[in-house]
């Protein structure tokens, strides 16, 4: 079995050595080069794939911090005669932002499909990597910005805090928090998947030798 | 005069020639190769000088934010029997995570600056700017985190919150509220010089052409 599997890889290594050397029959160290341009390729293909997998998942946990976040709302089961108790994600600024900025990253996530297929497409290509990370970079910045601020109010709503006299609402809307508490850690998610493709794309850039 | 400074030039030029030239008399491409190679280089050292101010820049508003948010304390003029109304910033969680994430970006841009230099002094060299990129992307993260998070409180400081029944303490503590706002600013300047880190480094280990 062992050796078979041997033989089929070395056929389908001909094959690609096969299409850098046809245009170029006789060249010697020229198609040395291309056999090593194709390898180099083939790796950045794997890893432009590999992207374009991430970011997928990227949207999806950013799509849910979205989603989680505005589609919050509790409303309490006793009420005054003024008013009933409840509780959404636009009470709290922090949190209107927060699903503003991810509805923002989800777009962006969508936009960037296309480069992420052009990088599989032409390994080689600079520009849309570039691009990539330039844009990847920005949208840590936001997607951070929004999960740092929504986690600091949302440990507030938890906690509360006796020096400024501001007290724990979490009693109360138990659920509301639960569920804010989770579109948070969905931003957080996908702030380690956008640093991870961040990564990819810069190892991705990098000269083959 | 206008002539002999372009003579100038051509003789610097020529030893810059001279270096790649050495080794390989009478090899025409392979020479014109070095020569885009140095040319090149020059760019790419241009790119890490700017990368060092850059990095000295981020290090001194870091440094300002830590400095700024760490000094912060107020007490009031006038007091009750029981105790003293004085505000610092460990009295909020979120204000001492800022402290120790500045604190820590500020220890990670001192420990960069090696790594800025050999890029300076190696311009081709890739796994310095490929870890420079890496960890200037999760410091990134961190900044913005810290930012973000004490931007949120600051704004709750300042204007409160009805719905959560948390009062503005701004108006008790004015000078306070200053400081930390000039503090959450200071790092926010500190994410921007650090996106153009990223991104500097990033145009600098693409392949030349």
Redesign the interface.
């Known amino acids: 079995m062992e050796k078979s599997e041997s033989t089929k890889i070395d056929v389908v290594e001909t094959n690609k050595e096969r299409k850098g050397k046809a245009p170029l029959l006789g060249k010697a160290p020229v198609v040395a080069a291309a056999v090593v341009h194709a390898k180099g390729g083939g790796a950045k293909r794997g890893i432009a794939i590999f992207d374009l997998i991430l970011r997928i998942a990227a949207f999806a946990s950013a799509l849910g911090a979205a989603v989680a976040m505005a589609t919050t709302e509790e409303t309490l089961p006793f009420f005054t005669q003024f008013f009933q108790f409840e509780?959404s994600y636009d009470?709290?600024?922090?949190f209107t932002f927060f699903v503003v900025a991810m509805a923002i990253v989800v777009a962006y996530l969508v936009l960037s499909v296309p480069f992420s297929i052009v990088c599989i497409v032409r390994p080689h290509a600079?520009v849309p990597?570039?691009l990539l990370?330039?844009f990847d970079?920005?949208i840590?910045?936001l997607t951070?910005?929004?999960?740092?601020?929504?986690?600091?109010?949302v440990?507030?709503?938890h906690?509360g805090?006796q020096?400024?006299?501001?007290?724990a609402?979490c009693q109360q809307f138990g659920d509301f928090c639960q569920r804010v508490s989770g579109a948070v850690v969905a931003a957080f998610v996908t702030?380690v998947i956008l640093?991870f493709l961040?990564?990819l794309?810069?190892?991705a850039?990098?000269?083959h030798h």
């Not at 009470?91 to 922090?94: A, F, G, K, Q, S």
């Not at 020096?163 to 007290?167: G, I, S, T």
């Open positions: 509780a009470d709290l600024p922090t600079v990597r570039l990370i330039i970079t920005v840590i910045a951070t910005g929004a999960a740092g601020s929504s986690a600091a109010i440990y507030l709503a906690n805090n020096d400024a006299n501001w007290l609402i702030v640093i961040v990564v794309s810069a190892s850039l990098r000269r």
